[in-house]
């Protein structure tokens, strides 16, 4: 079992950043396709941003492109997510998760093709 920890949430003015970072315990974080997803109460989860095991590749929801940036450092095991020029639409609990399907380099924008969660962190943009 993979468990997911992420943290970095908070609350922002509108403009502002964060960067949320996820962390995992079993399973190194450059060994599978990772993926950043929202949710608003109320609402399902929704795909932000993913990068493949291989982390050659990453990919951004139309909402995210330009202004947030997925990475990953191997030698903190981290996961990240730097989230510029937030708006109050991004208000949301952010999670990051990972799948089990390595294939080439591939990248998952369907929460159901992820296997572990993390339990979220609150972000908040408001003035």
């Known amino acids: 079992q993979v468990h997911l920890v992420e943290s970095g949430g908070g609350v922002v003015q509108p403009g502002g950043s964060l960067r949320l970072s996820c962390t995992a315990s079993e399973r190194a974080i450059s060994s599978s396709p990772m993926g950043w997803f929202r949710q608003e109460p109320g609402n399902d989860r929704t795909f932000v941003a993913g990068m493949s095991w291989t982390g050659h590749n990453t990919y951004y929801a139309d909402s995210a492109k330009g202004r947030f940036t997925i990475s990953r450092d191997d030698t903190k095991d981290t996961l990240w997510l730097q989230m510029n020029r937030l708006q109050p639409e991004d208000t949301a609990v952010y999670f990051c998760?990972?799948?089990?399907?390595?294939?080439?380099?591939?990248?998952?924008?369907?929460?159901?093709?992820?296997?572990?969660w993390g339990q979220g962190t609150q972000v908040t943009v408001s003035s």
């Open positions: 998760a990972a799948s089990d399907y390595r294939i080439n380099s591939r990248i998952f924008t369907n929460w159901n093709d992820y296997h572990y």
